[in-house]
């Protein structure tokens, strides 16, 4: 790896561990196996949810009372999903909201207009081999069905972001704070970090362009695993003068680089103690939950490691979350295993989707 992807691809670790304010977990569904809809008669579950290797298509529906109590919160309703293994289609009021490829990348569907009916939502899941998924017909290894990552609702104005691309960089002892932020509806965006106390820097610009903050009303601290210190940054989107949609992350200050041969960290050598790690429990499967997935990365900080190699797939944000927090340095692997595609361009979008 050249030394400047490896600097780019360290300094925007955690950038994705983004959440909102208010957003609202869904974790009470149904779930119908094959071709059911009998949807009060369907088996009741929670999400994270996995059918495994007992279904090959199945669908959930999630009723009526959450959904419109989210849909309160705002002029816009969004369903927020981090994983759907393999191909998903999102339901709104009988008609198709959203489509989605890819067994571990997260996506966002708009459902547009007020609920309607007993199940409103339903997600249909199809979990059968395709070349042009990942991992693949040549993968030794199985993606569990379903829902295997959490589900959240979240309302906005009219304005939201839809992405927020963080570098939090240290060099030479000085943190500074590179953000791109995209947003639709809207055309400025306001940028804003804190710690403890509170506000240590804000800027605004408009949407799309970049965006650098580099002076702080205190001293910032670099992230390290012997002292994983963490900032909230809250990204917002402006419509009419005033915040539309925030999107919380956890950054951590920091400079990753190759001098002669040796990894730096924060300009000294880096000599990691590393292990490797699934994401999934004997428990669970793939629809681990985030106490699992805590417990996990404690285990490993215990164990006396401070770098962890995750597999080829992207993990779950609870994961690197916790990674985070306990002062684990991250090497994240590409999302691809031995797959072949018959179409290069479906299969160049959903790589770009999980990394």
Do not use: Q
Request: charged share 20%; hydrophobic share 50%; proline share 5%.
């Amino acid at each position: 790896m050249r030394r400047g992807a490896l600097r780019r691809l360290c300094a925007v670790a955690g950038a994705a561990l983004a959440s909102r304010p208010g957003r609202v977990a869904l974790v009470d569904w149904r779930f119908c196996g094959g071709g059911r809809r009998d949807w009060a008669a369907c088996e009741a579950v929670a999400v994270p949810h996995s059918f495994g290797a007992n279904e090959t298509a199945g669908a959930y529906a999630a009723a009526r009372a959450p959904l419109a109590a989210a849909a309160a919160g705002g002029s816009r309703l969004f369903l927020e999903l981090e994983a759907a293994a393999t191909a998903a289609t999102v339901a709104w009021n009988g008609g198709v909201a959203g489509v989605h490829v890819g067994a571990y990348g997260g996506f966002i569907t708009e459902l547009r207009g007020p609920p309607a009916g007993d199940f409103p939502l339903v997600v249909a899941v199809d979990n059968a081999p395709s070349r042009d998924v990942l991992p693949g017909l040549l993968a030794d290894w199985y993606v569990a069905g379903g829902l295997t990552r959490r589900a959240w609702l979240f309302a906005t104005g009219a304005a939201r972001v839809v992405s927020a691309r963080l570098a939090a960089r240290w060099r030479g002892g000085r943190p500074a704070l590179d953000a791109v932020v995209v947003v639709d509806g809207g055309a400025a965006v306001d940028v804003e970090v804190r710690d403890a106390r509170g506000p240590l820097a804000r800027g605004r610009g408009a949407a799309g362009a970049p965006l650098r903050l580099d002076a702080f009303a205190r001293p910032v601290a670099a992230w390290s695993p012997a002292s994983p210190r963490l900032y909230e940054v809250r990204v917002r989107a402006i419509s009419a003068g005033r915040a539309s949609d925030e999107v919380r992350h956890n950054v951590g200050f920091r400079d990753v680089a190759v001098r002669r041969g040796f990894v730096e960290l924060n300009g000294a050598r880096f000599a990691p103690r590393g292990t490797h790690v699934h994401v999934d429990s004997a428990a669970n499967g793939a629809a681990m939950s985030d106490a699992e997935a805590f417990a996990d990365a404690a285990a490993i900080k215990t164990a006396g490691f401070d770098l962890v190699r995750t597999a080829h797939y992207p993990p779950t944000r609870a994961f690197l979350a916790a990674a985070e927090e306990l002062g684990l340095a991250l090497w994240v692997d590409l999302p691809w295993y031995r797959a072949a595609s018959s179409d290069r361009s479906a299969f160049s979008r959903e790589f770009r989707l999980k990394m």
